[in-house]
Nanobody
Framework: EVQLVESGGGLVQPGGALNLSCAAS????????MSWVRQAPGKELECVSV????????YYGDSVKGRFTASRDNTEKTLYLQLSSLKSEDTATYYC????????????RGQGTQVAVSP
């Protein structure tokens, strides 16, 4: 059974930082294309980052480029997303997804972790 469990969300002030994690199990994580996606209230899912199973540098969406850093630990089967210089528009539920999110948003994903950016 595929399981993806996100953690690390919370309430943070503008300009602050958070570190998200996603623990994966039930599929071959080390060769899996993984993504971070987010959904703001009332909006569609947005592809935030793609983390490749190879040494290829991650892809970042324009809205987060230069502020977010994605990585993975294949030994620990964990996906990471470091969020910095947070803005109110980063407020959303963040999900890790087993897919390349620029191609498909239909991959398996976890329950999500909420990030709220507010003074």
């Amino acid at each position: 059974e595929v399981q993806l469990v996100e953690s690390g969300g919370g309430l943070v002030q503008p300009g602050g930082a958070l570190n998200l994690s996603c623990a994966a199990s039930g599929f071959p994580f080390s060769i899996a294309m993984m993504s971070w996606v987010r959904q703001a209230p009332g909006k569609e899912l947005e592809c935030v980052s793609v983390v490749y199973p190879t040494l290829q540098s991650p892809y970042y969406g324009d809205s987060v480029k230069g502020r977010f850093t994605a990585s993975r630990d294949n030994t620990e089967k964990t996906l990471y997303l470091q969020l910095s210089s947070l803005k109110s528009e980063d407020t959303a539920t963040y999900y890790c997804m087993w897919s390349e999110c620029r191609r498909s948003m239909r991959g398996s994903r976890g329950q999500g972790t909420q990030v709220a950016v507010s003074p």
